[in-house]
DNA sequence: GTCTATAAAGTGATAGAC
DNA sequence: GTCTATCACTTTATAGAC
């Protein structure tokens, strides 16, 4: 799509909003104070407020996805050490990079039809990595169970962390990362 | 608080609505309209549509604990049996119970501040519970780690099950939090 | 690319009759 | 306890000047 330097930025503050105030609660006069504009000029940028969602929404799962294959790469090939990798880039993703991720993960519903057929291929493509690395893990019987179903619980409690962690508490992403990955491993 | 039969059903229907189209969403004619009324005649029950919010998510925090509580009184007394019977509540407050639960996790935020107040301790009585039973499964030997972060990790897989299980499938709820117990617990 | 001004529709909430 | 009618305000979005 269409990405000028301006149309990320805007992109970028509205990201952070959307997760301050979730995206109903962010109003158009609100994105375009942010920006220092006026509401009416932020139509230039955007056709409408739903297309704001989805550029937030692809901008974020697109992140997600290059941050996950980048560690994936730079991870030993241990399945131990790649499930670590998966779930590091994750919180990565979540809390160090940016607010998009977290927009594309609780505010998926607010898309319309049309965005969420357009974008459900990029959210595919992340959770394919997950099942892939969970099968490596699965194989070397590190884990056990259904890989469907432990991607989804393993997922969930990442991304539940959004409600209660604190990236500057005295625990870091990649050892909560680590804690989680733990507590699905048979004790070695 | 005020409980009359009326406002029970009322309190049932909206939160119903607060889980199909989210809090911000659902406007006080939608609601009415369900209820069968006027939405002038919504604010002789409740006194403005936070209140709605609060009475509802102070129905779901309630029936989880309650439903909690009698889960634990009737398990077997085995640390195992009584992490199986916590997550196995958790569920059936999310699925088959109502839809109040699910309010309550997804739309805290939502509270303004006096009625978060009134009902954190609610909530901190749920968690600690889960807490509670997961010490026990700790000096047992049946897992390992640090105990808020697994109450944590296994709340938010469960909680995320909203996203994606389908209780019409062909897993019960049961069984999933069953299999979400035994991810959990290094094999036997 | 941003401004001002405003349209068009929807929002939560109130007053007073029945 | 519900109705009708309506207020006061906010919302997204557009039009046209600069």
Redesign the interface.
């Known amino acids: 799509m269409n990405a000028s330097p301006r149309r990320k930025e805007l992109t970028r503050l509205a990201a952070q909003l959307f997760v301050q105030e979730?995206f109903?609660?962010t109003t158009v006069r609100m994105l375009a104070q942010e920006m220092g504009i006026k509401s009416g000029s932020l139509f230039h940028h955007f056709k409408d407020k739903q297309e704001i969602l989805a550029a937030v929404i692809e901008e974020g799962t697109h992140n997600a996805l290059a941050i996950a294959k980048r560690s994936l790469d730079e991870s030993p090939p241990s399945p131990e050490a790649r499930l670590r990798a998966m779930a590091r880039a994750h919180l990565e993703t979540l809390f160090t990079d940016r607010n998009a991720h977290v927009v594309a993960l609780f505010e998926w519903?607010r898309l319309d039809d049309s965005a969420k057929a357009h974008l459900s291929h990029l959210r595919d493509a992340y959770e394919a990595l997950w099942v892939q690395v969970i099968e490596e893990a699965l194989a070397a019987g590190l884990?056990?169970?259904?890989r469907f179903?432990?991607s989804?619980?393993?997922?969930?409690?990442?991304?539940?962390?959004v409600?209660?962690y604190d990236p500057a508490g005295p625990r870091t992403p990649d050892e909560?990362a680590d804690?989680?990955i733990?507590?699905?491993m048979?004790?070695r």
């Open positions: 979730g109903d609660r519903r884990i056990h169970g259904d179903l432990i989804r619980f393993v997922l969930g409690a990442l991304n539940w962390t409600r209660w909560l804690e989680l733990a507590m699905i048979p004790a």
